[in-house]
């Protein structure tokens, strides 16, 4: 017999304050759709696509979509947090 245990791992995105003004500076409706998409994937961490982790800064985590950045910590324990701290757009002084 074979016995396979599946493990959910219950998952939290938070949008702070800072980041949620920033995402609705935003003109671009599309654009703002695919970033709140780009986002929501995030439900899956560790296995998502288009994320790195970040030396000496003081995010953790940023998740690419086209010329946005969207920096982010995760929070490991139970529920696992995900803290959406900036939405940026990339130039010089993104990192």
């Given at each position: 017999?074979?016995?396979?245990?599946?493990?959910?791992?219950?998952?939290?995105?938070?949008?702070?304050?800072?980041?949620?003004?920033?995402?609705?500076?935003?003109?671009?409706?599309?654009?703002?759709?695919?970033?709140?998409?780009?986002v929501?994937k995030?439900?899956d961490?560790?296995?998502?696509?288009?994320?790195?982790?970040?030396?000496?800064?003081?995010?953790?985590?940023?998740?690419?979509?086209?010329?946005?950045?969207?920096?982010?910590?995760?929070?490991?324990?139970?529920?696992?947090?995900?803290?959406?701290?900036?939405?940026?757009?990339?130039?010089?002084?993104?990192?």
């Amino acid at each position: 017999m074979l016995y396979i245990m599946l493990y959910y791992i219950y998952m939290e995105v938070i949008w702070q304050p800072k980041s949620t003004k920033q995402l609705l500076k935003i003109g671009d409706r599309k654009l703002r759709i695919r970033i709140v998409a780009g986002v929501n994937k995030l439900h899956d961490w560790p296995h998502c696509s288009n994320t790195k982790p970040l030396n000496n800064h003081r995010y953790g985590y940023r998740l690419r979509i086209g010329d946005w950045r969207v920096l982010f910590d995760v929070i490991e324990g139970n529920p696992v947090i995900i803290e959406i701290t900036e939405v940026k757009k990339r130039d010089d002084r993104t990192y």
